[in-house]
């Protein structure tokens, strides 16, 4: 199971066809190298927010994305097809059925399918500035590659909804992310590896680098993507397939073998998934 993941410069657009060229170009890179699924990071769209935006405006309102919603889901779910891959969109702002502002995160299949999983846990930020609210639901997506999980930034910070997803049969949690300092990079990278330690597997992720300089909020970013796995003897014994270089515009690429999973859970040196005292602690299975 090929992956890659974008470290996403982000950049002011004077119109979307900017943002479009720059998303096709990761597109193009990661097919050149055959992957099978691509992440991008949370809040991928916002330099659409710079559109428009006057000097030290601080950007359009953050509910202006949802008039891009159609040309996102258009140029991802186009770009999926056409390359034959699985695309884990970064995330976008919706509406949900209660008119409620949503942090969704999407993944955009081969077949042209799009599916969603909103961010369940909203940071201070993103509900004192933007009103933006947590989904009420956690799924997993099969797929013939295996079954994985979509957790956005700081949903990976609690262990609860982890092991639900992956009591629900994931072995790949893909977590785009968003972090505008070392304290917050850290934070989510750590939780990262205690996840993969705890429920025995792998976690892709990547975040946004460079600056908006139009849009509040958006004005600093700290960010590497990994793929980091459990901290076992069939895997590196940071943890860490692979990572790029911190804040720089780059791709990474690792294959993942789900069959080692497998193989710790049932007989690794420690069987954190299979030792759990459920006798002691929800079972979330």
Known sequence: MRVSAVQFRLRDCDGIDKFREQVTHYVRNASEYGTRFLLFPEFVTTPLLAIGATEGSGGQPVDKLLEYTDDYVSLFSGLAVQYDMYLLGGTHITRAEDGTLRNTAFMFGPDGSVATQ??????????????????????????????????????????????????????????????????????VRYCCHARAVENQVYIVTTGT????????????????????????IPFPPRGILCEGEINADMLITADLDLTL?????????????????????TDWS
């Open 118 to 187: 909103d961010k369940l846990h909203i940071t201070p930020t993103e509900k004192e500035e933007w009103n933006v609210s947590g989904g009420q639901s956690v799924q997993v997506f099969p797929t013939p590659f295996g079954t994985i999980g979509l957790l956005t930034c700081y949903d990976i910070e609690f262990p609860e909804i982890v092991r639900m997803v992956r009591a629900k049969g994931a072995d790949v949690i893909f977590c785009p992310s968003c972090t505008d300092d070392r304290h917050g990079f850290y934070r």
């Open 209 to 232: 680098v460079g600056s908006l300089e139009k849009v509040d909020f958006m004005r600093a970013n700290y960010g590497q993507a990994a793929v980091i796995t459990p901290n076992d």
């Open 261 to 281: 999973l497998a193989e710790v859970r049932e007989k690794g040196s420690v069987t954190t998934w299979r030792d759990r005292r459920t006798d002691l602690y």
